[in-house]
């Protein structure tokens, strides 16, 4: 007899190992729920929802043991023991990736679906590394080794139970069964298999049809009058006001003014609500921060995964561009990486006079805490608003100034954060909260101790402003990104849900407003006001997304707002007071509840519509024509030679790579090559200073110091604190004998970096040159001569 034959694996041991995969799914599944319960977001595990999820999880299993059976037998006929083989890694495999998007969705609440195409592989390690991505880790490879043991065991376990097993029907009608029963079971994120959501929704992302069918070339453009509803509320003054925007990280309205739901820990901007023009029922129009900047300040279209994730932005117009065309000078600024998300192609491409992120800020102000892995998303939000404060401004030019914060963002680690975790606990032993809310704000001390952080932090900047020049010409919005994701919400608009303060000197009166309007609505408002007195040089046409903001003070939505809830999905729409979300038809109602609701149907239609023109408008360049951009599209040009040799060697899709790429070939002196790759890499992230200081140093290589000293001395503006420009530019003053301009920058790199002492050698060369050249040099602080002595030996 054949010993291949006797040893091959049969249906009996495929029965087993799909019986110990659903063991594992439904242990993953109880994982779920402990999860959420303790986290305060579920009332209790077991429930008609946990029982959903058990039969979606056997209708999963159902569809792997139907789709594996037939390798299974192939490679069992073949050899013995490989189709088993192959089935267990498989579903090993399957697992792991399983209890990965559990282990997301209980910490984000929604799960990953096709959102996960929006995002580059930098991005991603951002975020992870961002959000304690060494405990990930190590927590990750101590579930995955408990997981596949716990695989194992339940198959040796199996053996002793499969004699009942075996008296069922054929396997495969039995599987069939069950998975066309779960069919029939109402399926909701928290409930449904978080494997087959993911890939449900990436095979309806890709096979989305957003047919433009219309004959109108530009479908957004219309006439430019937006009704100027705010100018009653203003005493504007004879000179343009400044214009400055807050956009908070996470502040949802659950958090902000009178009756929210996770109240108290915001007292300066609930103060702030009774003193301006405050809408409590505000949207933004994205659930996450990719959108608010193309949506608040351009009332943009989304494109198919954010607007600044487009690969060629079409032509615009934003209020950046709008008041810089009109005399403003324009900044933004913010704590982290300007890279992230392409922030800072997108305000390249609007010619924003002045950027301030992480890389800007020197040596006088303390990051945000490291977390385990030590990493740090960047400067603080009091970091910030105090860097910004010390940078000079202008008092004869008007100023657009646009903050984002980072503080109340993963990993949750405020500065004085005891402090502020025992103000948490104070407002707590206050009381007023239900058992509920109390439990879910003790499990999240850390969050709620940041939003106190940053609320006191916004406090010192609206007051530190008042010694600005033209404080009393001032206009401030307020408004969060979107709703902070770890906490529960109290339904699907929730997500979106944020508050708009609008204070000013120059208010009239206060007003609070309780109807609908979104991010999308306060660009065209604001240029309606500017307008109204002013007379702006304005195109004649505009393409926003929004129009006039509703400042009517009762409840009521009758707008038509398109919700993005992640990168790549696009699944909320809301016409009137019907809400259209993933398939369900709900009604709007007062504090931005929802209930179900018959009829409807036409707003998914209206959906559909949007989505083709959003597609049609960003891939084609049809917002607006040529003749009404303020500033058309500058995009680098390459030859198609130049773009075929680009696209053989950097796939464009990481700018770290491409540096590393351009500087392997600088150090071969393939110089040309190498700028032309550093001009290919600064095309699509602008803000990668190791690129523009490598293209400082090529050019310098070649000969053209000048240009070099050009690169590199705005390498030093962006960043005056990172060395390896100073480092550079001390090589290019040298190879150029420029002795006086090496001096000189002995004094910037110590005022400015904090790692002088690793360049000691560069200026102790600067200052012997200079002094055998007969210059005069000052004489260094007894310190600092001794400090750089000691780091050149």
Not at 207 to 223: G, I, W
Not at 278 to 285: A, K, T
Request: proline share 3%.
């Amino acid at each position: 007899m054949n010993t291949s034959q006797i040893d091959r694996y049969s249906l009996k041991q495929y029965t087993r190992l799909m019986i110990s995969f659903f063991g594992c799914l439904f242990v993953l599944t109880l994982f779920q729920y402990g999860m959420l319960y303790y986290k305060g977001v579920i009332d209790t595990i077991f429930s008609v929802s946990f029982l959903k999820a058990i039969v979606h999880q056997i209708g999963f299993t159902a569809l792997m043991g139907i789709v594996m059976v037939f390798p299974f037998n192939f490679w069992e006929n073949l050899r013995s023991k490989y189709g088993f083989n192959l089935v267990f890694v498989l579903l090993s495999f399957i697992l792991i990736f399983e209890a990965l998007l559990t282990a997301y969705y209980c910490t984000t609440l929604v799960p990953l679906g096709s959102d996960i195409l929006g995002y580059s592989y930098a991005d991603i390690k951002i975020t992870i590394a961002n959000s304690g991505g060494f405990m990930i880790s190590v927590y990750l490879l101590i579930g995955i080794a408990i997981l596949i043991s716990l695989f194992l065991i339940l198959y040796r376990i199996t053996s002793k139970v499969y004699h009942r097993i075996s008296k069922m029907y054929p396997f495969t009608i039995v599987l069939f069964s069950l998975f066309m029963a779960s069919l029939f079971t109402d399926g909701k994120p928290i409930n449904q298999n978080k494997v087959q959501y993911l890939a449900v929704n990436l095979y309806n992302s890709s096979t989305e049809d957003n047919s433009y069918t219309s004959t109108e070339e530009y479908p957004l453009v219309e006439s430019a009058n937006i009704e100027n509803v705010l100018g009653e509320y203003f005493e504007l003054k004879e000179e343009k006001p400044n214009i400055v925007f807050i956009m908070v990280e996470g502040l949802g309205r659950d958090f902000v003014g009178k009756g929210a739901e996770y109240g108290g820990f915001t007292p300066y901007l609930d103060s702030l609500t009774t003193k301006s023009l405050y809408w409590e029922n505000f949207l933004s129009n994205t659930g996450r921060t990719f959108g608010v900047l193309p949506s608040l300040l351009g009332s943009l279209p989304f494109g198919k995964s954010g607007f600044m994730e487009l690969e060629e932005y079409p032509n615009k117009l934003t209020l950046f561009s709008v008041l810089k065309n009109n005399g403003y000078h324009t900044s933004f600024y913010q704590g982290t990486n300007s890279s992230f998300d392409k922030v800072d192609r997108f305000l390249k491409s609007e010619n924003v006079d002045f950027v301030l992120d992480k890389s800007g800020f020197g040596n006088k102000y303390q990051q945000q805490a490291e977390d385990a892995a030590g990493s740090s998303w960047g400067f603080p939000d009091l970091e910030l608003f105090k860097k910004s404060i010390s940078l000079e401004r202008g008092e004869n030019q008007p100023r657009l100034e646009v903050y984002m914060t980072i503080s109340t963002h993963e990993p949750f680690i405020p500065p004085s954060q005891d402090l502020y975790e025992a103000k948490v606990e104070n407002i707590l032993l206050k009381g007023g909260f239900d058992s509920r809310v109390e439990k879910i704000i003790e499990k999240n001390d850390n969050v709620f101790a940041t939003l106190l952080y940053t609320d006191s932090s916004i406090k010192w900047f609206m007051e530190s402003y008042k010694t600005q020049p033209n404080y009393e010409n001032t206009i401030f919005i307020i408004t969060g990104d979107h709703r902070l994701i770890p906490i529960p919400q109290r339904n699907t608009i929730s997500r979106f849900h944020v508050p708009l303060i609008m204070y000013s000197p120059m208010l009239k009166t206060t007003r609070k407003m309780s109807s609908v309007s979104s991010h999308f609505d306060v660009t065209p408002s604001i240029l309606a006001l500017l307008n109204g007195s002013y007379e702006l040089k304005m195109p004649k046409k505009v393409a926003w997304m929004g129009g006039a903001i509703d400042m009517q003070t009762a409840f009521r939505s009758t707008k038509n707002i398109p919700l993005m809830r992640n990168k790549n999905e696009l699944k909320e729409y809301i016409s009137g007071e019907t809400l259209y979300t993933d398939g369900d038809i709900m009604q709007l109602e007062e504090n931005m509840d929802i209930s179900s609701t018959f009829g409807g149907g036409s707003v998914q239609k209206t959906l559909e519509r949007f989505k083709s023109v959003n597609h049609y408008v960003t891939t084609e360049n049809k917002i607006i024509p040529d003749s009404l951009a303020i500033f058309t599209i500058q995009k680098e040009k390459f030859t198609d030679s130049e773009t075929v040799w680009l696209n053989s060697v950097y796939d464009g899709k990481d700018s770290d790579k491409g540096y590393f790429v351009a500087r392997d070939l600088a150090w071969n002196k393939k110089w040309d090559k190498a700028l032309l790759l550093c001009r290919y890499n600064l095309s699509g992230a602008p803000s990668h200073i190791d690129t523009k200081i490598l293209m400082g140093r090529v050019y310098s290589w070649k000969g053209n110091h000048d240009k070099a000293a050009e690169i590199l001395q705005e390498c030093i503006s962006i960043n005056p604190n990172y060395i390896d420009s100073y480092a550079a530019l001390f090589d290019v003053y040298y190879w150029s004998d420029k002795l006086r301009e090496g001096l000189d920058l002995i004094d910037k790199v110590q005022e400015n970096s904090s790692s002088a002492n690793e360049i000691a050698d560069k200026i102790s060369r600067a200052r012997t040159i200079a002094r055998n050249a007969g210059i005069k040099i000052h004489k260094p602080e007894k310190k600092e001569t001794e400090k750089t002595l000691a780091s050149v030996k």
